[in-house]
């Protein structure tokens, strides 16, 4: 069964950091690209970061570069999102999602940029 549980997200003011993990079970990790997204209140799901199987490949959306980095650890099947220089219009609730395995979602976490 695949699963993939998100969390590290909380309340920051603008200008602040958090970092987000992603914990992943029930498929090859090590085997998968995986994908950061976000959803803001109102507005469709987008993809915010990607990265490749081992890592060395990496994107993201352009209202992110510079900011936020993804990366994962293959031994602990996870995957990080760490975002700085946090503004209001990052708020949204951060999903993580899996390359094979894509109508699969956890619950999200909420990160809420607010002073």
């Known amino acids: 069964q695949v699963q993939l549980v998100e969390s590290g997200g909380g309340l920051v003011q603008p200008g602040g950091s958090l970092r987000l993990s992603c914990a992943a079970s029930?498929?090859?990790?090590?085997?998968?690209?995986m994908r950061w997204y976000r959803q803001a209140p109102g507005k469709e799901r987008e993809l915010v970061a990607t990265i490749s199987s081992a890592g060395g490949g990496r994107n993201y959306a352009d209202s992110v570069k510079g900011r936020f980095t993804i990366s994962r650890d293959n031994a602990k099947n996870t995957m990080y999102l760490q975002m700085n220089s946090l503004k209001p219009e990052d708020t949204a609730v951060y999903f993580c999602?899996?390359?094979?395995?894509?109508?699969?979602w956890g619950q999200g976490t909420q990160v809420t940029v607010s002073s």
């Open positions: 029930g498929f090859a990790f090590s085997s998968c690209a």
């Open positions: 999602n899996a390359q094979f395995y894509p109508r699969y």
